[in-house]
């Protein structure tokens, strides 16, 4: 009994309260969650899990609230992100307490804590950043050699230590073996899609500049995702303007240091090139300092902060040029926004002295008569000086504003002297009809400057901006010829000397405004309205053997007003999306034109239209779907609906056509592309359309006396054209890898006959070409072997209705072996190659070439420095053909080229080693 008083006691005292306490919050809570759907609801939260390091969104990661209502009760609820990462919550009271608990495999934890404010509004929480783990990045590892990219989420993941490179190699040899990536007309494409480069996730330097620069040492890893632009990254709401963007993530202790490479190189002959190329590669203040002399093929044309151009001349081509600039970059404050502050300059001078040469048949199809042949050769000589100054920037200016200021300007001075020998024949007499010996000498000389500044202003689910820019051009244009000209039918011949002054004046001035507003949570709707106004003014005064040439001297001035409306939706909804868009543009031009007796002032008002439907649908991650349908019309140049007529060159004249209508365009396109992780699958599959009504094309008449030709354009009848791609890249084994391309496309065109003396009836020739190309390529890499095997088949078809010298099918195959063996510090390699052509008209452009390039290479200085020998087309057998195929013609011809030549390199790279202790 003495002990059971004191534990009644504590029992009735303090134990029965606490139990009754928590039955009766019990209870509140059950009624609670019973009675909430009924009653007043708190605030909507609303979220988005993200990659700390891509930002992309996060798919089905796990978020788990807590919400805490004092002295109340406490709920959990668990949800699943969507596709795009997102999640939204609903709190029970205005006064809670919550706590988000983040989780998703492969990343660190991350909790987040919040109070609730009360009332209805919905509030976005910023961005949750989940970093990856060790887990991930170990597993990685492991698996590097054998996968070459795996998914994380929407992006692609490449591992650069799973391809085959070696000890200096540049980026563009890691990205042209990357499954997906294509290199066309020296452009970067992602599955047949515009590829663009960065670093870090920043513009920081030029495609061009991080592809021939960066070491491929220096790259941890490579990502392939879709950017959004700035309004979706503010909005939150798509608005159907993505980039392809293949971002190079850079080693730790590898930034802000300078890529420096020296190189001089000398030939058999008496060429030479020395080039310096520095490149400071930073996310904050990167710079370039660039210095090529040379007398070789290799030409560069710009080298800026932001672009990079650069070709192979059939021909040496003697350069001096230089450039430097400087870029300069800075993390806004108190701004969310991925895209950096920055500005950058460029000031460099260019300098080249060009030769070209080229031989040309052709043949004109004519009605009820074999086709006449033309047999040209011409030489030329370029000689151009070019001195540019470039800025560009782009400002946060607050949370709201940015602003963008872009400038360029630009001195020329350019003189080119031609020589070109032509003859013309008859076929169907086999007789000549004239021929002509014809030399000129043309020099241009002025300056250009353009400027345009945005200001964009971000409201609450939109924004609006506005645009003014002016651009510039004085050139003055001189020249002087000599034609010698020959009349085989009648005996007559004369020299016909000529010459003319011509100024030049280009302005334009305009403005825009640019306006963005969100429809909920899936609609986004544009509105733009653009007005500018160009003037171009251009005299050219003609002297025709020291007597002013009345009849060829011109004078055009232009005045053009145009007004731009462009209206367009883009509405997403899960894994669907859809843009309509319309483009409607009102042109009122005046042109007042003097030529001879004809001065007139012409003037009209044109409406056209340009309207597209894009459709697209992620049928999974890394697979896609993608419609296009669109339509638009054109005119033609206004100075095309002039009647005036130009007989500067006696065997062509030129001929304006007053009749001339629009030209409607009809187009339709569909892509699938999809990326598969297994056995490192790219698959790519494109179809197009495209049919066009009352197209311009090109009427000449051939006078049979003189054997030269008069030229009108003129509406012909339209045609349609398909086409289709299928290109599929995969890896065979660890070490061979296959990539293919199928082409087939179908085109139809009208062409009309060439008329003969006054002959005026119309004879259309259709001309139906057929193509099929196969492009087919093994790469091996093995231990110190690598050997990379490609063909390309080609097969064109040609049918015509009206044509008695139609060009026969023309086959074309190239096939090479590249086989390079490495032993110690040398490099061997064996390019055989092998060319067949065959169908051409001319017999020097078909049969065989057989191709031998041999290049042995020694590394020493710590593998900075290489010693190159280069042996190119030891056989001679080279050669370098055109042709061009067209209702009414034919043209084939070859260029001169520098071949049959060796070449010692010395170049050295100083790339700086890492400062990671690791």
Known sequence: MTLQNPMKKIFERFLIPSLFVMIHKLIFCLAFMFLAPFAMRGEILKGRVVDAETSEPLERAN????????????????????????????????????????????????????????????????????????????????????????????????????????????????????????????????????????????????????????????????????????????????DGNQEHVLDVSIKPGFMDRFYTSAEARAYTGKEYATQLDATKLSDSHPMMIFARVADDPHMVNTRTMGSWSSGTNLLPVRQQAGALAYRHLWKPKDVQTKRDSRWDITVGANHWDKSEGRWEQQHVFMAGKASTQSYSTSDS??????????????????????????????????????????????????????????????????????????????????????????????????????????????????????????????????????????????????????????????????????????????????????????????????????????????????????????????????????????????????????????????????IDCIGYQDNTNPLYIRMGNPNLKMTHTLEAGLLYTAMLTKHGQALSFSLKYQKKYDPIGTVLHYNSTTGGYREQKQNV???????????????????????????????????????????????????????????????????NWSVYWFHVFTWNGYAYTEASHAPSDIFNYETELRIRYRLGSWKFTLSPQFIFDHGYHSNLMNGGQFLLNAQVDYSLLKNRAELILKADDLLNQQKHNFSSFTATTQAEGGERFMHQYLSFTFRYRFDPRSRDKK
């Open 717 to 783: 009848r339209g045609g349609n054209m398909w086409s289709g791609n299928l290109s599929y890249d995969r890896d065979l084994t660890e070490d061979l890898q296959l990539k293919s391309t199928l082409h087939a496309s179908h085109d139809r065109t009208f062409g009309i006959m060439t008329l003969v003396d006054e002959a005026t009836h119309l004879i259309y020739n259709r001309q139906s070409q057929t193509q099929l190309k196969e492009d087919l390529s093994f790469r091996y890499e093995h231990l």
């Open 381 to 638: 000589y370029d000689h151009r000086l070019m001195v540019p100054v470039d800025f560009t920037s782009y400002l946060n200016l607050s949370p709201k504003n940015t602003l963008s200021l872009n400038a360029n300007f630009s001195f020329v001075r350019e003189q080119k002297e031609q020589h070109t020998q032509q003859e013309t024949t008859e076929l169907d007499t086999d007789t000549k009809a004239n021929s002509s010996d014809y030399q000129s000498l043309d020099t241009k000389k002025g300056i250009s400057a353009n400027a345009d500044a945005r200001l964009t202003h971000y409201l609450t689910g939109g924004a609006l901006s506005t645009k003014v820019r002016i651009e510039y051009e004085n050139m003055q244009q001189d020249g002087s010829s000599v034609g010698q000209y020959l009349y085989h039918q009648t005996g007559l011949s004369y020299l016909d000397r000529q010459c003319f002054d011509s100024p030049n004046h280009k302005l334009l001035v305009g403005w825009d405004m640019d306006f963005n507003k969100t429809m909920g949570q899936s609609t986004m709707l544009h509105g733009a309205w653009e007005t500018n106004y160009s003037n171009h003014s251009q005299d050219e005064n003609r002297w025709r053997n020291d007597v002013l040439d009345f009849e060829n001297s011109s004078s055009r001035k232009n005045d053009r007003v145009n007004n731009i409306l462009t209206l367009d939706a883009n509405y997403k909804t899960g894994a669907f999306s859809l843009k309509p868009i319309l483009r409607l543009q009102h042109q009122h031009e005046r042109t007042d034109y003097r030529r001879a007796q004809l001065d007139t002032v012409a003037l009209r008002n044109l409406l056209t239209v340009r309207s597209t439907l894009e459709m697209n649908y992620r049928l999974q991650k890394q697979m896609n779907l993608k419609a296009t349908l669109g339509y638009q019309n054109r005119p033609a140049d206004l």
């Open 63 to 238: 978020v788990e609230i807590t919400e805490e209502i004092p002295d109340f009760c406490t709920s959990v609820v668990t949800f699943a992100t969507d596709k795009e990462g997102y999640f939204r919550y609903e709190t029970s009271s205005d006064a809670s307490r919550l706590t988000f608990v983040v989780k998703f495999f492969g990343y660190h934890n991350q909790t987040i804590k919040r109070v609730s404010i009360g009332g209805s509004d919905t509030l976005s929480i910023p961005d949750i950043k989940l970093k990856p783990s060790a887990v991930l990045l170990k597993e990685l590892s492991v698996n590097a050699k054998a996968r070459r990219f795996y998914m994380k989420g929407d992006t692609v993941v490449f591992n650069p230590e799973a391809f085959r490179v070696e000890e200096g190699d540049r980026l563009i040899t890691l990205v042209e073996k990357l499954p997906g990536v294509t290199v066309k007309d020296g452009k970067l494409l992602w599955n047949g899609q515009p590829l663009i480069v960065m670093m870090n996730g920043k513009d920081a330097l030029s495609q061009q500049m991080l592809l021939n620069q960066l070491p491929v040492v220096a790259v941890d890893k490579i990502k392939a995702y879709e950017r959004t632009g700035e309004l979706q990254d503010r909005t939150g709401v798509a």
